[in-house]
């Protein structure tokens, strides 16, 4: 009965034609949001006993370029990575300060200098020592803050690392959770094109911690690996354990015991080096801050603490002062042990013996530190060898550098330039990451919902609507022909 | 059927990030040219602080320099004026004596030797010059006057020549007097010499002089000698008396030579120390130099950035607005 199927056919393409406008209508209106995939309605033509019975509907499409989204997502990791380490760099450098800031390390041990050439021009002046005194104070003080600003910048990276494994922990559930739903809606034969939208979402949050490779399984199922190829969804959620540590000095390092690394589902896996499954993403960026860039850092900060130290500790430089008593710059009070590197910058004090305000006295400085009594006034003898010592060059004790005669001014440029050069490569691969991403994110968006592109179906829907529309009345008055013929 | 099309995000990620490019390189542009110098010093420098900061150093202790040089300066002209004092002091006695060669009174003598005594005061008094707190002769006991009061050398004077009935007997006993450790070695309160104050990079001003310096010890004796007539020594022997004074006025002349000496090294000095300052101020003035090219942003450059810049966003606004508006649902009535 061929009317009869014309009308089948043209109600399926109403039927067709709603489902369009509908999946139409909710691409609009997620038009800006984020993780939304673009659907369109899979058509086809139905057939019935060997004839064409109108269309159906062979389901929703879901649009998403796979290898792009996982270009995209290791691009987002890999800047992580990046901006992790550059941040700290540049953090480094503000800390340590720059020619142009007035309270960088550079400038408090210029001043220094500049304080004991005038007071070996007027030994007697008291305004002069006590001059000596303050900018000594001052030098060490920045180095002490340099120290605190990166150990708290480790305890910073400590604490983050806690909050990410967190997030991966309770993410890794959800997507879990999401997998066991898709299964059941699968069968089902229901749209569940917005839970995949979800669970992409979900992933993509991760994706910049580290950096992951989604494996498909039946049943639009995922399976999650990292790129070092550690398993982080596969049938059940691996336990990513981590122990945060509240408190961080400069002689803490994984190594030795004290910090924690990362553990999954109870096994130690490295954080750093070639065979470590989680790099590549800010985890790892976090690591590597925590347990290998703040603690070159302080090395070589420790490294100039300790130069100080030691030039000013020469027992021919001041005959009052008692063998292995402490110099001009103490550990803490104390004379400086060299198994004690780790961690001087910020421990380093000036001997309270030249202090008036622990007790000590200004001529001191000018006298010698183990001197009684106060000496001719205009003796500046002490003063040109306190110099002559912080100027001299020498051989630098702490490893870590090549080897040279160098000047503590020398020693300390070279710091800063060395901070600052790492600043500056750190900075160049964060923009190449960034420019990467940015690249990779703007193909996503080109694949993304396209109001212009909405409108011109919606045109042509309309269209398709009135057509079918048309056929069912023409079918009408087509039996209704028929049912007259009848009368 | 592929269908070309552009994700409405797209079009507005990179307006967004071109904006927030173009605005930012503004910022800086604009900083660089109110400050002057580069916002991102290590990138300017390519991460090699080491010249400017030995630059920096450099400047700081010169500051330093300055400082020092100008009060070495202070500290050579008081010595140098003191000199000067001394030497006209012993001139004007040591010729009344020689022109009163023959005519030698007892009256003469008297007032020659209170004219020494009084002379004697005055010297002591500009030795012991403290000109902005610091003795000058005291050496490094710089807080200490180097000399006591002359009554106080004269009484010291007396008693060492107590006894002595010729002239020739209290010369030597007040030369013995000034030679001695006991005698002007403890008269004199300062100590050694000064340590020589850094005035310039490796170079130092050589303070070293003091009360204890032999030319000044002499033209004392030669006062001390004098005052000591006034002091009644050799009373009621005209003719010794006359003698002393003979022997003050010569020493007095023969120390002459030794003061001329002495001044002229303290003129050099100050001479070292007048040069030193000169470097130290031209060397500042071309380390300031280099420190401003060093560390600094080319203005014109900058400026021409930030027109360069200002153009290229008001042309990103006017494509947003424009594209913004281009958009399918206003045509579609």
Redesign the interface.
């Known amino acids: 009965m061929s009317i009869a199927s014309a009308l089948n056919s043209a109600l399926s393409g109403l039927t067709a034609t709603s489902r369009r406008a509908e999946i139409l209508s909710s691409n609009v209106a997620n ?2 949001t984020p993780g939304y995939a673009r659907r369109e309605v899979g058509l086809r033509a139905a057939v019935l006993g060997g004839t064409g019975q109108g269309v159906s509907i062979s389901g929703i499409i879901r649009h998403v370029d796979k290898p792009l989204l996982a270009d995209r997502r290791l691009a987002q990791a890999a800047d992580a990575d990046r901006s992790t380490r550059a941040s700290f760099l540049a953090q480094v ?1 503000r800390t340590l300060g ?3 800031s007035p309270g960088s390390l ?2 408090r ?3 220094f ?3 004991l ?2 007071a ?5 002046s008291q305004a002069k020592l006590g001059n000596v005194l303050a900018t000594a104070k001052s030098l060490i003080s920045g180095m002490a803050t340099a120290t605190r600003d990166i150990q708290t910048a480790r305890m910073t990276a400590d604490r983050q690392i806690a909050e990410q494994v967190g997030l991966l922990n309770s993410t890794l559930r959800k997507v879990h959770d999401l997998n066991v739903d898709l299964q059941s809606f699968t069968g089902a034969g229901r749209d569940v094109s917005a839970l995949l939208d979800e669970r992409q979402r979900l992933v993509d949050r991760i994706a910049s911690i580290v950096p992951l490779r989604e494996v498909e399984r039946q049943g639009n199922q995922i399976a999650l690996f990292t790129l070092g190829g550690a398993p982080l969804l596969e049938g059940n959620p691996v336990e990513i354990g981590f122990v945060s540590t509240p408190t961080i000095t400069a002689d803490m390092t994984q190594a030795l015991v004290g910090l924690s690394g990362i553990t999954l589902n109870g096994r130690p896996v490295e954080t750093s080096g070639p065979t470590s499954p989680i790099l590549g993403g800010s985890l790892g960026a976090l690591f590597a801050v925590r347990d290998d860039l703040a603690t070159g850092a302080q090395g070589k900060l420790d490294a100039m603490a300790r130069d100080l130290v030691e030039r000013f500790a020469d027992p021919a430089l001041d005959p009052t002062r008692a063998p292995g008593a402490p110099g001009l710059f103490t550990d803490a009070g104390a004379a400086f042990l060299p198994v004690d590197e780790a961690g001087i910058a910020g421990r380093l004090r000036i001997n309270t013996a030249v202090d008036p305000a622990e007790g000590g006295a200004l001529f001191r400085l000018r006298d010698g530190l183990g001197a009684a009594t106060e ?7 002490l003063l ?1 060898a306190l ?1 002559g010592a912080l100027t001299g060059t020498r051989a630098l004790a702490s490893g870590g550098f090549p080897a040279g005669l160098r000047s503590f ?2 020693l ?3 710091i ?3 901070t ?5 490569s750190g900075e160049a691969d964060q923009a190449f990451a960034s420019a990467r991403l ?1 690249a990779l ?2 193909l996503e ?9 909405e ?2 179906s ?2 042509t829907i309309e269209k398709h609507y009135a057509a079918n529309a048309r056929v069912i009345q023409t079918v009408e008055e087509l039996m209704d022909i028929l049912i007259r013929l009848g009368q | 059927m592929t ?1 070309v ?6 079009l507005a ?2 307006l967004a ?1 071109q904006g927030a490019q173009l605005r930012a390189g503004v910022n800086r542009a604009a900083a660089e040219i109110a400050s002057g ?1 580069p916002t991102d ?3 300017a ?6 010249p ?3 630059l ?2 450099s400047l ?2 010169l ?3 300055a ?2 040089a100008g ?2 300066g202070l500290y050579a002209a008081s010595q140098q004026a003191a000199i000067r004092g001394l030497s006209s002091l012993a001139s004007g006695l040591g010729s009344t004596i020689m022109r009163s060669k023959d005519l030698v009174t007892p009256a003469q003598v008297d007032v020659f030797g209170s004219d020494a005594r009084g002379r004697l005061a005055s010297a002591i008094g500009m030795l012991n010059a403290q000109p902005a707190g ?1 003795a000058v002769f ?6 200490t006057l180097p000399l006591g009061a002359a009554e106080d050398m004269l009484d010291a004077l007396q008693t060492a020549a107590a006894g002595a009935t010729t002239a020739s007997q209290v010369a030597s006993a007040v030369a013995d007097w000034f030679s001695s450790a006991t005698g002007y070695g403890a008269f004199y309160q300062g ?2 010499p ?2 020589s ?3 310039a990079p490796g170079e130092t001003a050589d303070l070293s002089v003091t009360a204890n310096d032999p030319v000044i010890k002499e033209t004392l004796m030669g006062f001390a000698l004098g005052a000591l007539l006034d002091r009644g020594v050799l009373f009621g022997v005209p003719e010794e008396r006359a003698d002393l004074a003979q022997r003050a006025g010569e020493t007095l002349q023969r120390s002459q030579d030794g003061r001329i000496t002495l001044a002229a090294r303290i003129g050099t000095v100050e001479a070292q120390i007048e040069a030193a300052t000169t470097r130290n101020s031209a060397e500042e003035t071309a380390l300031g130099i280099l420190r401003s090219e060093q ?1 600094s942003v080319d203005p014109y450059e900058a400026a021409t950035r930030l027109e360069e810049l200002r153009s290229q966003l008001e042309s990103l606004y006017l494509i947003t607005a424009r594209v913004s508006r281009l ?3 206003d045509y ?1 009535r």
Do not use: C
């Open positions: 038009a800006v450098e720059t020619p142009d550079a400038a041990l210029a001043a200098d500049a304080a050439v005038e070996a021009g007027r030994p007697e000496g001719p006034p205009g003796d500046a003898t040109n110099h001014a020398g300390t440029a070279e800063l330039s060395d600052a050069s790492r600043r500056l940015n994110a703007d968006a080109q694949n993304g919902i396209d109001t212009d592109q409108m011109q919606l045109l | 269908r099309s552009v994700g409405d995000a797209s990620n990179l990030r110098r010093i290590g990138q420098l390519r991460g090699d602080f080491s400017l900061l030995a920096d150093a700081t202790r500051k330093a320099y400082r020092n009060e070495a610091r005291s050496g490094m006991a710089s807080g100590a050694g000064l340590t104050p850094p005035i560390g958009s399918l649902v579609l």
